[in-house]
């Protein structure tokens, strides 16, 4: 057995932060009206607004969709992309294919939204997004986006913030 004499990494030091002030959660909820069947909506601002109401700094925001037939996700709200985004949800989850779900003799539901529920889960419900300097950690081209799949109706987001305000953790000395 062959021993190693190099000497061992010296561990990079982080400053421990010292809480001076209690977590903060806070839970909204902010509702949108629709108005088209399949509808891509920046909700950034508004979600960044949410942070600065309640004066976080540091901590995270969970975005939820409440329902079955809306998604929240993050991408390029680019009106180009936005059309390549809709249309590759209709080729890959189509609106007039067969689907048992919209079948009477299967199913009690008349909105005929399977294509919906379908591309609501491909894209997914809930997403959580650090909070650095009192605002989204977002990429320099990113934003949150909620699709509507199933409209026009009105619509719910469920934002959940949690962390620390301004001054609230200070290096450990």
Known sequence: MRMSTAPAKTPR???????????QLYLETIIYKTRERLELINITRDLNEVVRKHGLKAGFVIVQSLHTT??????????????????????L?????????NDPRLSECDRKNADSHLRAMLLGHTLSVPVRDGALALGNWQSIILAELDGPRERAVQIQVL???????????
């Open 163 to 173: 962390g620390v305000a301004e001054g609230a953790a200070q290096p450990k000395k």
């Open 70 to 91: 809306t998604a929240v996700f993050i991408n390029e709200f680019q009106q180009a992309l936005l059309d390549d985004i809709k249309a590759f949800l209709e080729r």
């Open 13 to 23: 030091l982080v400053p421990e932060l010292r809480p001076t002030a209690a977590l």
């Open 93 to 101: 989850v189509g609106r007039i294919d067969y689907w048992r779900h």
